[in-house]
């Protein structure tokens, strides 16, 4: 079964271009549903993310720049696992204010 994966864009964004490639990669070992939203879109998640992005959601956690390929490979394949706990935020998941 695919997990969702919510992914925080918006267009000419060469680190969001490159976050793609990375959970297409971590897609062929666990399937993932990639949902995008163009902060562009939409004002409330423009100005939630608009300093931020990418921004990726799995299993609950916002991860935040930078991405880390294995990291987000780790995070993908716990939020797979039915027993993880979902919603919790990771230490790279908020950013500091």
């Given at each position: 079964?695919?997990?969702?994966?919510?992914?925080?864009?918006?267009?000419?964004?060469?680190?969001?271009?490159?976050?793609?490639?990375?959970?297409?990669?971590?897609?062929?070992?666990?399937?993932?549903?990639?949902?995008?939203?163009?902060?562009?879109?939409?004002?409330?998640?423009?100005?939630?993310?608009?300093?931020?992005?990418?921004?990726?959601e799995?299993?609950?956690?916002?991860?935040?720049?930078?991405?880390?390929?294995?990291?987000?490979?780790?995070?993908?394949?716990?939020?797979?696992?039915?027993?993880?706990?979902?919603?919790?935020?990771?230490?790279?998941?908020?950013?500091?204010s």
């Amino acid at each position: 079964m695919a997990l969702e994966v919510t992914l925080y864009t918006k267009d000419h964004c060469s680190l969001c271009e490159k976050l793609q490639d990375d959970l297409a990669w971590i897609s062929r070992e666990q399937p993932l549903r990639i949902v995008s939203h163009d902060i562009e879109d939409d004002a409330d998640l423009y100005e939630r993310f608009r300093y931020l992005v990418p921004v990726v959601e799995i299993g609950g956690t916002l991860y935040y720049p930078p991405h880390d390929v294995m990291q987000l490979r780790h995070a993908v394949l716990n939020a797979a696992q039915p027993s993880t706990q979902s919603g919790t935020t990771s230490s790279s998941a908020a950013p500091s204010s």
